[in-house]
């Protein structure tokens, strides 16, 4: 039977880890110069130095400085001096040319609490050279060549709490490398040559609280050794060629509070269930390549109260996406691409008071995008290119009690008031100062469309106002209309139906809208079935509302029209007639001339003229 391939590339890693070791422990043979004297021959001499027992200090040391500390860095020492006081609590070795460590070198100091062997030329550590150091609880040991750590290194080191391995060569960690350090609380390992860790590495840090793996040449979260730290609370993964975080890597740490993940240049997505099963309260994602905040990932990390994906190529935060996140506290996404933050992007979020998003691409920040910005505490906003207008309105109102950090945001535009910055301005402001415009519709397509069954439709509008004003469609007495699937609104604003169905009948609004204002049109789509019921062609003949249509009569329609029209007319004539016929009956003889006598008058002062008369017929 095969092994199974999550050993089979343990060992591979492993033969690698090896190969590197034996070539650097060849190169190392190559280039050391040959010793004239044996390697105990400076410490022979240091231990025959007078010392003054118990209560003396050796030559090379200060014993001074501190109460019970021996000082003994940069003295270019190869060995540990003799005649270290019994009762010395802290040994500062650093900075020195020790090569080695031999077992039970140190074994003569109980009461020693902290030992700093760090920056010398340590390139192996003999099982026990630690004994008798019961007492130490700090043990440095960065800035050295160690290559390959051993089970039985660390024994007899029962209290120790913190160790520092960093700056070393080490490869890899082998099974039972820490196991005697059953107190150990915090473990740093990070500038090393590490490819791998054994699954067992880690077995017996009962306590250990704090570790961090930084620049190393790990390939993969080592998830199995992890997962033998019961109580660790706080994991920091720096600086590695990583690109993904599988889900549930992370699975078995049920008591880590803080995890960090910072400069991981091929890590693009955070996988949904990556962050399984823990329960974070502070979580920092940094320097990352992440394009879009992780919602998925985090969507169960109820008790987050700090978040940081700063220095990511982040360009949005969509509304309410961050609402599960019910006790988010802080946010820190300064350094990012950020050009918009929606309207609402934090509502849900009750106890949301600092907000750190300076050095971005944003031109505003809407009072709207907080569930009560009067909560708000702390606001880094600098180095924005802002537009100050209307929708600024509100970091004058809230700004003399805001935290805006070292830097307060200044405006980018209009030219104005380029370059001032927000705490400048007065309660009082002068004309033209941060005013807008509403949105306006002032050009559109067709407002009454035909498309056959199984076509497309196009619907468009457009217009202007201060700030730009956004395009949204929305079927009358229905929901808003989004970016994907077969009825879509493109980025231009313009709404696509593809594939038309008989559903897809009836009213489409177009609203153009800005924090100003809005304007709305109404729009129509007819659907023409591909074949009606009874076997003919749908005739069209149908209008909306408000919208008038197309309007087509064929013979029989005008002889309807007609019909319609005379027989009322006639009838209307028809009773005049009669009506006039009646009451000529009702008169009798009538009349219809008469005749009368008209004489003219004379002219004035003519008294000798005669009068004419004149008889008249009138009919």
Not at 329 to 355: M, N, P, Y
Not at 520 to 528: G, M, P, Y
Not at 582 to 588: P, R
Request: hydrophobic residues 45%; contains cysteine; proline residues 7%.
């Amino acid at each position: 039977m095969g092994r199974p391939p999550a050993l089979d590339a343990s060992g591979a890693q492993l033969d690698a880890a090896l190969q590197l070791l034996r070539m650097e422990e060849r190169m190392a043979v190559a280039t050391t110069p040959k010793q004239l004297w044996p390697p105990w021959t400076p410490l022979l001499f240091l231990l025959l130095l007078p010392g003054r027992g118990s209560g003396g200090c050796p030559t090379v040391c200060d014993c001074t400085s501190q109460p019970r500390a021996v000082l003994c860095n940069h003295r270019r020492l190869e060995a540990v001096p003799g005649g270290l006081p019994l009762d010395t609590e802290l040994l500062d070795l650093s900075g020195n040319h020790l090569w080695g460590l031999q077992r039970g070198m140190l074994s003569r100091l109980g009461l020693l609490q902290e030992l700093d062997l760090s920056y010398n030329q340590l390139s192996a550590l003999e099982p026990g050279a630690f004994l008798g150091l019961q007492n130490l609880l700090t043990l440095r040991l960065q800035g050295n060549r160690l290559r390959i750590l051993g089970p039985g290194v660390f024994s007899g080191l029962p209290a120790l709490t913190l160790l520092d391995l960093r700056l070393n060569h080490i490869v890899l960690f082998l099974d039972g490398a820490f196991g005697e350090l059953g107190s150990l609380r915090q473990l740093e390992v990070g500038h090393n040559h590490l490819v791998f860790v054994a699954p067992g590495a880690f077995a017996g840090l009962a306590k250990l609280s704090t570790l961090t793996l930084e620049h190393c040449n790990l390939s993969t979260v080592p998830g199995l050794a992890l997962a033998r730290l019961p109580e660790l609370e706080a994991l920091r993964l720096r600086e590695l060629d990583i690109g993904r975080l599988p889900a549930g890597a992370l699975q078995g740490l049920g008591r880590l509070r803080e995890l960090e993940i910072h400069h991981w240049p091929a890590l693009e997505v955070l996988e949904p269930g990556s962050l399984a099963g823990l329960n974070l309260s502070s979580l920092a994602i940094t320097r990352c390549n992440l394009s879009s905040v992780p919602f998925q990932a985090l969507h169960h990390l109820s008790f987050l109260r700090v978040l940081d994906l700063s220095q990511n190529p982040i360009s949005a935060i969509p509304a309410r996406r961050l609402s599960p996140l019910v006790r988010l506290q802080e946010l820190h996404l300064s350094g990012a691409c950020l050009t918009s933050i929606a309207a609402h992007a934090f509502h849900g979020l009750a106890a949301f008071h600092l907000l750190d998003v300076a050095d971005n691409a944003l031109q505003t920040l809407e009072e709207a995008a907080f569930p009560s910005p009067d909560t708000l505490v702390t606001l880094r906003l600098s180095g924005n290119p802002l537009t100050c207008d209307c929708r600024l309105l509100w970091l004058l109102r809230l700004g003399h009690r805001l935290d805006f950090g070292a830097s307060p945001p200044a405006c980018a535009s209009p030219q104005h008031v380029q370059g001032k910055s927000l705490r400048e301005f007065s309660d009082i402001l002068p004309p033209g100062h941060f005013t807008c415009q509403p949105a306006l519709i002032r050009r559109s397509g067709p407002r009454w469309v035909i498309a056959e069954e199984g076509g497309s439709a196009i619907f468009s509008c457009s217009g202007d106002g201060d700030p730009a004003p956004t395009v949204s469609w929305m079927r009358l007495q229905g929901p808003w209309l989004g970016r994907a699937g077969r009825v879509r609104v493109l980025e231009d604003g313009t709404l696509e139906i593809r594939s038309v169905q008989l559903r897809d009948r009836g009213a489409y609004v177009c609203v153009l809208s800005n924090i100003a204002g809005n304007d709305s049109l109404r729009t129509w789509l007819e659907v023409i079935p591909a074949e009606a019921p009874n076997g003919t062609v749908f005739d069209p003949n149908i209008t909306m509302p408000g919208i008038p249509g197309p309007f087509l009569l064929d013979s029989r329609g005008v002889a309807m029209v007609l019909a319609v029209g005379f027989l009322p007319f006639l009838t209307s004539v028809t009773l005049c007639f009669g009506l006039i016929a009646l009451w000529s009956k009702g008169k009798g003889r009538v009349k219809h001339h008469v005749t009368f006598d008209f004489v003219a008058p004379r002219p004035s002062g003519d008294k000798s003229a005669g009068g004419n008369r004149v008889t008249a017929k009138l009919f």
